[in-house]
C-alpha cells in the first residue's frame, strides 16, 4: 500500500493510497494474477495440458496467459480477434515467445467467442484444453479477486478500480461483502453496461445483491484504448511525483478519475481511498507501437 502525497489531497483532507497489484509477479501483475491463479489450479486438477483462450492484438490477457503457460508447463493457443498482421506488434511477438501458438478469427467469428458449440469446434483441435474466456472473467476469477479486498490490512472507506469485462470489480464487491463504498471506473465507451454484467457475476458467485457499488463512466477518454493529451499528461504527472507507471487503458484512466471526483468535492472531508493499481504496464509496449508514443514522454 503506497500512501499518496499531494498538495490536492491535503487540501481537500483525502487520503489516497494505491494498492500495489502490480507488484505481484513480473510477468503475472495485479487483476490478472488474480483472474488466473485458481483457474491454473482447475485447469492442473483436471489434468488439462492446453490453455486456450480469446484476446485482441493488444490484450493484456493474452500475455498474462502466455506467461502462465511457460511458468506452469501448459501449452497456449491465443485465438486473435482480426487477421494477422507481420510483424507482429509487441504483445502478440512477446506471446510467442512465450510459446504460445497464435490463431486469428474474422470479427464476424470472433463475435461466437462465447457460444458453447463455437467452443466445442476450436478445443477439438487442442490437446487436453482448458478454457478460459476473453479477459480471463469467470466465476474462479471473481474468487481470486475476492482476495484483493480481504488481503488489505489497513482501514478504507472506498476501493477504485478500473474496469474492462467486470470480473475484477465483481469479485471486489463479493470481497467486500457490503463494506465500504466500491467505485469501478470503465475503460470502454457506453460502459454502462457493466452494471448488469457486475450484478450477474457477484449474484452467481455470492447469491447476494449488493448496492454498495457505482460506476463513474465518464473517464474513457475516447473508449478503449484510447487516449486524450490530458490523460497523457496527467500519467506524466503522476509518475513524476509518485514514481508509479500507470498505462493509458486502465489506470491511468481510473486514477485521473479518482482526483477529478476529489477536485469536485465528490468524497467527504476525511475518506480514505484506496485506489488498486491492476496493472497493465506490459501493455506499454503494443500502445506506444500502435499510437507511435515512446515511454520519453514520461520524463
Same mark, same amino acid.
Given at each position: 500500500?503506497?500512501?499518496?502525497?499531494?498538495?490536492?489531497?491535503?487540501?481537500? $483532507?483525502?487520503?489516497?493510497?494505491?494498492?500495489?497489484?502490480?507488484?505481484?509477479?513480473?510477468?503475472?501483475?495485479?487483476?490478472? *494474477?488474480? @483472474?488466473?491463479? !485458481?483457474?491454473?489450479?482447475?485447469?492442473?486438477?483436471?489434468?488439462?495440458?492446453?490453455?486456450?483462450?480469446?484476446?485482441?492484438?493488444?490484450?493484456?490477457?493474452?500475455?498474462?496467459?502466455?506467461?502462465?503457460? @511457460?511458468?506452469?508447463?501448459?501449452?497456449?493457443?491465443?485465438?486473435?480477434?482480426?487477421?494477422?498482421?507481420?510483424?507482429?506488434?509487441?504483445?502478440?511477438?512477446?506471446?510467442?515467445?512465450?510459446?504460445?501458438?497464435?490463431?486469428?478469427?474474422?470479427?464476424?467469428?470472433?463475435?461466437?467467442?462465447?457460444?458453447?458449440?463455437?467452443?466445442?469446434?476450436?478445443? @477439438?483441435?487442442?490437446?487436453?484444453? !482448458?478454457? /478460459?474466456?476473453?479477459?480471463?472473467?469467470?466465476?474462479?476469477?471473481v474468487k481470486g479477486c475476492t482476495e484483493i479486498v480481504t488481503?488489505?490490512?489497513?482501514? *478504507?472507506?472506498?476501493?477504485?478500480?478500473?474496469?474492462?469485462?467486470?470480473?475484477?470489480?465483481?469479485?471486489?464487491?463479493?470481497?467486500?461483502? $457490503?463494506?465500504?463504498?466500491?467505485?469501478?471506473?470503465?475503460?470502454? @465507451? $457506453?460502459?454502462e453496461f457493466l452494471a448488469k454484467e457486475v450484478t450477474e457475476?457477484?449474484?452467481?458467485?455470492?447469491?447476494?445483491?449488493?448496492?454498495? *457499488?457505482?460506476?463513474?463512466?465518464?473517464?474513457?477518454?475516447?473508449? !478503449?484504448?484510447?487516449?486524450?493529451?490530458?490523460? /497523457?499528461?496527467?500519467?506524466?504527472?503522476? !509518475?513524476?511525483?509518485?514514481?508509479?507507471?500507470?498505462?493509458?487503458?486502465?489506470?491511468?484512466?481510473?486514477?485521473?478519475?479518482?482526483?477529478?471526483?476529489?477536485?469536485?468535492?465528490?468524497?467527504?472531508?476525511?475518506?480514505?481511498?484506496?485506489?488498486?493499481?491492476?496493472?497493465?504496464?506490459?501493455? *506499454?509496449?503494443?500502445?506506444?507501437?500502435?499510437?507511435?508514443?515512446?515511454?520519453?514522454?514520461?520524463?
Open positions: 500500500m503506497q500512501i499518496l502525497q499531494d498538495p490536492l489531497l491535503t487540501q481537500k $483532507g483525502v487520503e489516497v493510497a494505491v494498492l500495489r497489484e502490480d507488484l505481484l509477479h513480473p510477468g503475472i501483475p495485479g487483476n490478472k *494474477w488474480r @483472474k488466473l491463479h !485458481y483457474n491454473l489450479q482447475a485447469a492442473r486438477a483436471q489434468g488439462a495440458e492446453t490453455l486456450v483462450t480469446f484476446g485482441g492484438a493488444f490484450s493484456n490477457h493474452i500475455a498474462a496467459v502466455a506467461v502462465a503457460g @511457460k511458468e506452469f508447463g501448459f501449452a497456449t493457443i491465443g485465438y486473435i480477434r482480426g487477421e494477422e498482421t507481420r510483424p507482429l506488434n509487441p504483445t502478440l511477438q512477446f506471446a510467442t515467445d512465450c510459446g504460445m501458438h497464435l490463431r486469428y478469427l474474422s470479427r464476424a467469428e470472433y463475435r461466437l467467442r462465447a457460444e458453447a458449440r463455437f467452443h466445442a469446434e476450436i478445443l @477439438k483441435t487442442a490437446p487436453k484444453p !482448458y478454457l /478460459l474466456p476473453e479477459g480471463g472473467t469467470n466465476l474462479l476469477a488481503g488489505i490490512q489497513e482501514p *478504507w472507506d472506498v476501493l477504485c478500480v478500473a474496469a474492462g469485462t467486470g470480473g475484477t470489480l465483481a469479485g471486489i464487491v463479493a470481497g467486500a461483502a $457490503g463494506k465500504g463504498k466500491i467505485i469501478g471506473f470503465p475503460a470502454l @465507451k $457506453g460502459g457475476l457477484v449474484q452467481a458467485y455470492t447469491g447476494q445483491t449488493y448496492t454498495n *457499488w457505482e460506476l463513474q463512466t465518464g473517464y474513457h477518454f475516447g473508449g !478503449y484504448a484510447k487516449h486524450t493529451p490530458e490523460l /497523457l499528461t496527467f500519467i506524466r504527472q503522476f !509518475y513524476q511525483k509518485h514514481a508509479i507507471l500507470l498505462d493509458p487503458v486502465y489506470t491511468g484512466k481510473m486514477l485521473h478519475g479518482v482526483f477529478d471526483l476529489i477536485r469536485q468535492d465528490y468524497f467527504p472531508v476525511g475518506t480514505k481511498v484506496v485506489a488498486v493499481h491492476t496493472g497493465g504496464q506490459q501493455g *506499454w509496449a503494443g500502445y506506444a507501437q500502435r499510437y507511435g508514443l515512446t515511454l520519453d514522454f514520461l520524463i
